[in-house]
């Protein structure tokens, strides 16, 4: 497998919440037009023209060449760690059969990720104002009772929080008609799989307005398409257009099990998201798919095992070709989400509870990303001085974000190992 080379920049479209267009949702950097000054906007831009601009041909030139790109670090380091990243590097060698010395790709994108904006009925522990917009609306309005914690917040970046400076504004960047009309005509005639994220994709008229139009088209039957969702809204509409696509897979964004996912998902309920499963789960037929995709984080780590296996007691008693389990999502940003920022005890602890867990025979790839999982929860990855750091940041931003919501049950009512984990720790 090649170190550097990735399909994205020859086989991908990614938009971003806020309209901007990037490789892919692992990076940072939004791409310059050919001016090197403004940025690439959906509000502004068509896919045509940044596909061939001349950053995507300076990337695609030093792939190919074996150069590292800075939009792929995270990939890079997540790697360097044991980790699994989204680079992929099948098919390389027609990509670069198709790439002109220039760096020109000379073909459109089959493949696309479309986030559409951040309007989300959530509030979620690791999110923030990027993906959901209440969520930027809670820190403004907890900053508005105390200015110096919002202040805090800005400073202290990706550790407490994925910070923007536009609390409270919802992105709706395909609400200009002129963009989404030339968006809808691209994925209809160049398209055949694309993954809809939010905010949350079933709040969004236009998701569903993009169903409709490729059905008159008579493109529907070649999509694959998956949905990212919180499972707390269906809408019947979908039952007429999800059995004609190719396939379609749900990735069930499910941080835990009853009140843990609650919390972290916070206001969701977990009656409503087992009614959720349930109505996907009534017309898979035979090109629908159910993935359990988790944002695996420290408040969820130490139930990582109970959580396999209600999945696998939900799914009949087996992980098969209708229903599946991802590892793609632990949280690393912001930090104080991130597992390995606990006490080093609690996280052997852990750990060791992991360990008697096994996935059955057939799910070797389970049981390895399982296992790399546990590896990560002993090895220590910071500081002295960086953990005492986190873990105080940690409680200092759980605890007003708690109190505000007036949460029947706190973090420290939900981990109370955890609490005298850290009190332990910090007191030393």
């Known amino acids: 497998m090649s170190k550097v080379f990735c399909d994205k920049p020859f086989n991908h479209n990614y938009i ?6 990037r490789l892919c949702c692992t990076t940072t950097q939004d791409l310059p037009t050919d001016n090197n000054y403004n940025l690439f906007d959906a509000n502004k831009h068509s896919i045509d023209d940044y ?5 995507m041909k300076e990337i695609r030139r030093k792939m190919i060449a074996g150069e590292k790109i800075r939009d792929c670090e995270r990939c890079y380091r997540q790697e360097e760690q044991g980790a699994q990243s989204l680079r992929q590097d099948e098919g390389m060698d027609d990509f670069i059969k198709d790439t002109l010395p220039d760096g020109t790709y000379q073909k459109s994108a089959v493949d696309m990720q479309i986030q559409l904006g951040n309007v989300c009925n959530l509030k979620c522990k690791m999110c923030s104002q990027m993906y959901s917009h209440m969520h930027g609306m809670e820190t403004r309005d907890i900053g508005e009772q105390d200015p110096e914690w919002l202040h805090w917040v800005k400073e202290q970046g990706a550790n407490v929080n994925n910070w923007t400076n536009e609390l ?20 209809s005639k160049n398209i055949s799989s694309i993954n809809f994220i939010g905010g949350e994709p079933t709040l969004i008229p236009e998701f569903y307005e993009l169903f409709e139009y490729c059905d008159q088209q008579g493109t529907l039957e070649d999509k694959t398409v998956t949905i990212v969702t919180n499972l707390t809204n269906t809408n019947s509409k979908l039952t007429k257009w999800l059995p004609k696509l190719k396939s379609w897979t749900i990735w069930a964004s499910v941080d835990g099990v009853g009140e843990r996912t609650e919390y972290i998902r916070y206001p969701s309920r977990w009656d409503k998201i087992l009614e959720s499963l349930e109505f996907y789960r009534n017309f898979l037929g035979d090109n629908g798919t159910i993935i359990l995709s988790p944002a695996i984080q420290l408040l969820n780590i130490d139930q990582l095992d109970d959580m396999i296996k209600w999945w696998i007691d939900w799914c009949g008693g087996e992980l098969n070709d209708r229903y599946g389990f991802t590892w793609l999502a632990t949280v690393w940003y912001p930090l104080i989400c991130n597992p390995n920022m606990a006490p080093r005890e609690w996280r052997l602890k852990v750990a060791d509870k992991l360990s008697k867990y096994k996935f059955d025979q057939g799910y070797k790839n389970n049981n390895e990303n399982y296992e790399n999982i546990i590896k990560e929860l002993r090895r220590d ?6 953990y005492r750091e986190l873990q105080t940041a940690f409680i200092k931003y759980n605890d007003k974000q708690d109190q505000f ?4 049950k706190t973090w420290r009512a939900l981990l109370p190992e955890l609490e005298q984990a ?5 007191s030393v």
């Open 16 to 21: 971003h919440p806020n309209g901007k267009m």
């Open 51 to 55: 596909w061939n601009s001349n950053r």
């Open 168 to 187: 409270g504004i919802k992105q709706e960047w395909y609400k200009n008609t002129t963009v989404k009309n030339k968006m809808f005509k691209h994925i």
């Open 381 to 386: 990855q910071h500081t002295p001085e960086k």
């Open 405 to 408: 919501r007036n949460v029947t």
């Open 422 to 426: 850290i009190k332990k720790e910090l």
